[in-house]
C-alpha cells in the first residue's frame, strides 16, 4: 500500500471506503471516488487516522488500510437487511400431525410468537413434533385467512403463518 500512490483502481476503491465511512461519521471529509490520490483523499484519511489512533500521516499503510477495511465492512454489514430464511421445504410439502423435523419445531416457534396476537386455547411446545395441539392453532389461523381447517401445514398455511409472524414481529418485540 506504500505505493498507493501510483494505483487508480486501489486509490479508487480506498475512496470509495472513506466515502462510505464519511456518511456515518461527519468528521472524516466526503472523498469523491476519482482515483486520484489529491488533498482531499490525504484530508479523509488523516482525519480516519485521528479518529482511530492511528499515527496521523495521511499515508496508507497497511495497518490503515486494514483498519480502513474493517470498519467499511462493519458499517456495511449493519446497515443490511438480513438474508430471507426459506424454511418450508417445497410447495409441494405438508406438515402433518406426528411429523418429527426442524420444520416443525420452525413452525412451533412461530406459532408460540403468534400465541400472544391469537387465542389458540392450547400452549404450544417446541419439541420438533407436529402434535394435535400444533394442528388446532395452526386451524385458527387458517380460518382467519380463509383456508381449508385442516390442521395440517402446507404452502398456502406456511405463507399465512410467516405473514403474520412478519406483520406482529414488524409491531412488536418477541
Sequence with gaps: MNDLKNQSS???ELQK???FISLNDPDIPKVVPDGIYGSVTRD????FQKKTG???TGVVDKIT???IVKEYNALSASCC???PLYVFPS?????KVGERSDTVSVIQIILRCLSGEYAFKVVITVS???TDRDARAVKVIQQIHGLEQSGCVDVKTWNAIASDYRLFCSMSEY
Excluded: H
Aim: aromatic share 18%; charged share 20%.
Design 91 to 95: 410447495s409441494k410439502y405438508v406438515v
Design 10 to 12: 486501489s486509490i479508487r
Design 128 to 130: 420438533g413434533v407436529y
Design 54 to 56: 492511528l499515527p496521523a
Design 44 to 47: 479523509a484519511v488523516t482525519a
Design 17 to 19: 471506503y472513506l466515502y
Design 65 to 67: 488500510w486494514d483498519a
Design 81 to 83: 437487511e438480513p438474508d
